[in-house]
């Protein structure tokens, strides 16, 4: 079973930041927050992970608080094209990423 | 940029009929999984394969389902006897060995069974 919770859905207005929040409290800490997100019935497309550290790409930004029990992905100017569900995973080794149901982001114009 | 390919894109089959869904993951990626996707549903973990043998499988992954990496580039999922309820998009991923590194997601191939 996944490791992490998250709200069903989320509206975002185009050209504001989408700030995508994720539950992880009960993982350890060597365990890695990875975020994919998956258009239509696409293949997830994977955004950004992180240990303990804030990341930041091309993509998005991920924001782990101290205590590791939770973080936000951040999508700093959401366009339409940003209309996905966002799967917020955890794991450390290979073998242990579960994909939970996810948020469904709704970017409207 | 690299990218995982799985063919065909769409499979329509026969319940009871055998289908392999074939998948060329990332050159040099060692890691190798499938998953599968219930219209609808969340995405499913089914079986992670490294070092030519099966690392890991889910109770999903019965008896019916194998796993095959039957050269240097192609990996395959086949499914021995199809039931209507393994209609799904199937997920080819791919990845490094070791913590930390992301998987990589082919396409999908949309198994109808008829």
């Known amino acids: 079973d996944a490791k992490t919770t998250q709200p069903p859905s989320m509206d975002c207005a185009e050209g504001r930041a989408a700030n995508l929040p994720c539950n992880h409290s009960?993982?350890?800490?060597?365990?890695?927050v990875y975020w994919y997100r998956q258009i239509h019935s696409q293949g997830p497309q994977y955004i950004i992970h992180g240990l303990k550290n804030n990341e930041t790409n091309e993509m998005a930004s991920l924001i782990i608080t101290e205590d590791r029990k939770s973080s936000t992905l951040i999508l700093p100017h959401a366009t339409l094209r940003d209309t996905a569900v966002y799967y917020c995973?955890?794991?450390?080794?290979?073998?242990?990423?579960?994909f939970g149901a996810g948020t469904r982001l709704t970017v409207k114009p | 940029e690299p990218e995982v390919t799985q063919t065909p894109s769409h499979q329509v089959t026969q319940m009871g009929q055998e289908v392999i869904l074939r998948c060329v993951p990332i050159s040099n990626h060692l890691y190798f999984y499938w998953y599968r996707q219930i219209l609808g549903q969340k995405v499913e973990f089914l079986v992670s394969?490294?070092?030519?043998?099966?690392?890991?499988k889910s109770e999903i992954f019965d008896d019916q389902f194998s796993v095959e990496r039957p050269d240097g580039s192609n990996f395959t999922l086949k499914i021995r006897s199809t039931k209507l309820e393994d209609s799904a998009m199937y997920f080819c991923?791919?990845?490094?060995?070791?913590?930390?590194?992301?998987?990589?997601f082919g396409p999908g191939t949309r198994l109808t069974v008829l």
């Open positions: 009960t993982i350890s800490g060597n365990e890695y």
């Open positions: 995973t955890a794991g450390y080794n290979n073998n242990d990423m579960r």
């Open positions: 394969f490294y070092n030519n043998e099966i690392s890991e």
């Open positions: 991923a791919s990845s490094w060995v070791g913590p930390g590194n992301e998987q990589f």
